[in-house]
């Protein structure tokens, strides 16, 4: 697999997949109903942010990652970052790529650490993907999500330093 920045043609290729996640409503915060223009300029991220995908040999995307300062001002060296990977691709190490890629960008980038800001706790791959990767639980934000199976669960807040 190789990890290479997004370009504007690759979005055809992540619209399905990513659509169909945030229209799931399962781990994203963003609305159901988040129509494709709005989503490109949310995913493909202008510089010195970035937006990367992970492809397959054959050219197939195989999932995205954004990378980003969490915040501005005084608080622009921390970094955060967001995963899709397309369903079908999944438990195929995709995910752990791409972290690991935002991880080494944010270090090399100078970034002192990266905060995860609404990890959704019943997402309990992507809990146990980022504190494999050495990220900690900094605290929960209880019924701060409202899942469509599970009711109101709450956002953990991840951190990691660099």
């Not at 915040?71 to 190490?93: F, W």
Request: aromatic residues 12%; charged residues 15%; negative net charge.
């Amino acid at each position: 697999m190789l990890i290479r920045e997004a370009h504007a043609e690759d979005w055809p290729a992540i619209w399905p997949f990513f659509h169909d996640i945030v229209a799931a409503g399962e781990t994203f915060t963003y609305p159901l109903d988040l129509g494709e223009d709005e989503a490109r300029t949310w995913w493909l991220l202008e510089p010195p942010n970035r937006t990367v995908v992970a492809v397959a040999e054959d050219g197939t995307v195989l999932g995205t990652a954004k990378m980003n300062n969490n915040h501005m001002g005084h608080g622009a060296h921390i970094a955060s970052a967001s995963y899709m990977v397309d369903p079908r691709h999944a438990g195929q190490g995709v995910g752990r790529a791409l972290c690991q890629y935002t991880l080494e960008w944010a270090r090399a980038s100078g970034f002192r650490a990266m905060q995860f800001n609404a990890v959704v706790e019943t997402n309990t791959p992507a809990v146990r993907l980022y504190q494999s990767l050495g990220f900690e639980i900094l605290g929960t934000l209880p019924e701060g999500f409202e899942h469509p199976q599970h009711g109101f669960v709450g956002l953990h807040i991840m951190y990691r330093p660099l």
